[in-house]
């Protein structure tokens, strides 16, 4: 006869059971494979659609590798008011109901594509999109909220009802990026997610500055911060939105322009180049492509475009997008960016007070106090730096950063930074003639 398991040892591997069916059954909840290419019967789901249906001539269609992937390309033309091309799975329900994300492996050729999702009763024109950027040549894992599919038809934003998970019926890739010519895009798996899922970022509680630290391959961006004491800043409460320089695209400038800016005389212009590359809030690709230019804390404007197959932030070329920390949000870049105005001399003290407040203020007055005292902070940040001002202006600049910081109110903080900066002000006047 077997031997018998005592009642109370029962009762301790009945507890193991459940719990490790429990936990399973929460790993299944946390992710749910979307589409997968596992034989030739499983694309007889999918369909190609172009711009033949509009009278365009693109050709678009998708195969599957010997790897167990999905293959979408073809050749985008503009001819005839085409210049779309997509693939999409039949209709059948999909039901993402307490999903809040897609992750898509892909390797691309560098073009953005979009993400289409179709729900129940949509008419056949129109989708949920989100932006998927692509790196030539290169597997990625990107991570799609949902909350970035915006509803569309006609290539127009259709200002509706948001998404709804559970209605998703059809799941789908497209290219329209008006650039004519061949393209390929890889698919290796999609499947969908759960704030449970693991993550990076936000949900780790890592800032900008430990985020960047983490990834490697921004030392230089990370060593001209710290020099220009923004690190604490880009650490702090946020949000803000960086779009950052990898070490390559420092060592692409010009040979000892680093270490010039590296000098304590050059801080001033070192901290302008910086705040150039920052935006008060947090915006994601899709937003910013959609507001086609970002005003950053050095007060210019950055434009965000697609080029030639590309999106582009300036003059530089997006690697990584929407690299999520506590404090905001993370856009990869292959140059560093130089402001038009840093040509010529830095502003002097009494210019970078005019352009803080004159940023600011309008900020302030539609109700965006964070993006306000985000740019009084760097502002504070940067006069205490400047070696021009009296010690004793410095110090108490320093002493305001850090009542501020303390302060649990956005709106207080404001205030506190903006006392500190008029009387930076009023000291600069005083002193005139």
Known sequence: MPATIPHAKRSGLHALVLTALLAQASLLAAEKSIVSFENEESLKTWTSVNDGVMGGISKGGFTRSDQGTLIFRGELSLENNGGFASIRTKQDGLDLSGMSALVVKARGDGRTYWIDLRVKGQMAASSYRAY?????????????????????????????KPLDPASVTSFGFTLADKNAGSFELEIASVKAITDEAPATGASSG?????????AGGFRMLLAAATSAELAGVLAGKGPFTVFAPTDEAFAKLKAGTVDTLLKPENRAKLVDILKYHVIAGQVPLAKALDLREGTTLQGTKVAIRFEDGRVRVGAAALIKADIPASNGIIHVIDQVLIPANNVTEPLSPSGLIELAIKTGVPLFNKGEVEGCAVIYEITCEALSNMVSLPDGIRKQLKGSLQEARAEDSIRQRAWILRAAIDRVWTALNECKP
């Open 206 to 214: 890592k800032t900008i500055v430990d985020v960047a630290q983490a």
């Open 132 to 160: 998927l950027p692509t790196t030539a040549g290169e597997w990625r894992e990107i991570r799609v909220p949902l909350t970035e599919f915006n509803l569309q038809a006609y290539g127009r934003e259709l200002s509706l």
